[in-house]
T-cell receptor, first 114, second 112 residues
């Protein structure tokens, strides 16, 4: 049973470009969560999604960031017009229905904005 | 005040030592509590859930005091492989159910 998969593992973008981060949850998991870890800081919640629904986006920056979890395919975290401050590790987690506390994390995508 | 606060550490202990980490949380509506560990540049991994009655998993013991909003983790007979950052994590209910709030983490280094 494959774990949570994220790609790419490393992503380099220049300021102003777009970054797309993908997350495939574990088999049987319908809930996906995105967290961001800035250098030398703890993990911060960004967004909680179920298939085709955003449940809680209270941690998402108001501009440039969006997330989706379509009926088919992986969850996507999209960052438009990236800035240097977006450089961070972005972790995706998934959980089974009704077990939101039991979240399994993917290996993360490390975004570097030049 | 941070939602989840931990001993900043770092802790440097010899193999075989017993070490304890503390954590407090501010939201009394928090429903579930966990300790995760994170190795350098890796994803966090669930170490154990924390229950009001206290629970033990091998060399690890976790305690929760809801009245004081305090969580602890005790590691006995430390191994070199225990070196990592330990994260105190809280799950809050309500509309944000599913949102894990992480402490800053406590760095543990176990040396020979």
């Amino acid at each position: 049973n494959a774990g949570v998969m994220q790609n790419p593992r490393h992503l380099v973008r220049r300021r102003g470009q777009e970054a797309r981060l993908r997350c495939s949850p574990m088999k049987g998991h319908s809930h996906v969560y995105w967290y961001r870890q800035l250098p030398e800081e703890g993990l911060k919640f960004m967004v909680y999604l179920q298939k085709e629904n955003i449940i809680d986006e209270s941690g998402m920056p108001k501009e440039r960031f969006s997330a989706e979890f379509p009926k088919e395919g992986p969850s996507i975290l999209r960052i438009q017009q990236v800035v240097r401050g977006d450089s961070a590790a972005y972790f995706c987690a998934s959980s089974p229905p009704t077990e939101e506390g039991t979240q399994y994390f993917g290996p993360g995508t490390r975004l570097l904005v030049l | 005040r941070k939602e989840v606060e931990q001993d900043p550490g770092p802790f440097n202990v010899p193999e075989g030592a017993t070490v304890a980490f503390n954590c407090t949380y501010s939201n009394s509506a928090s429903q579930s509590f966990f300790w995760y560990r994170q190795d350098c540049r890796k994803e966090p991994k669930l170490l154990m859930s924390v229950y009001s009655s206290g629970n033990e998993d091998g060399r690890f013991t976790a305690q929760l005091n809801r009245a004081s909003q305090y969580i602890s983790l005790l590691i006995r007979d430390s191994k070199l492989s225990d070196s990592a950052t330990y994260l105190c994590v809280v799950l809050t209910g309500g509309t944000s159910y599913g949102k894990l709030t992480f402490g800053q983490g406590t760095i543990l280094t176990v040396h020979p």
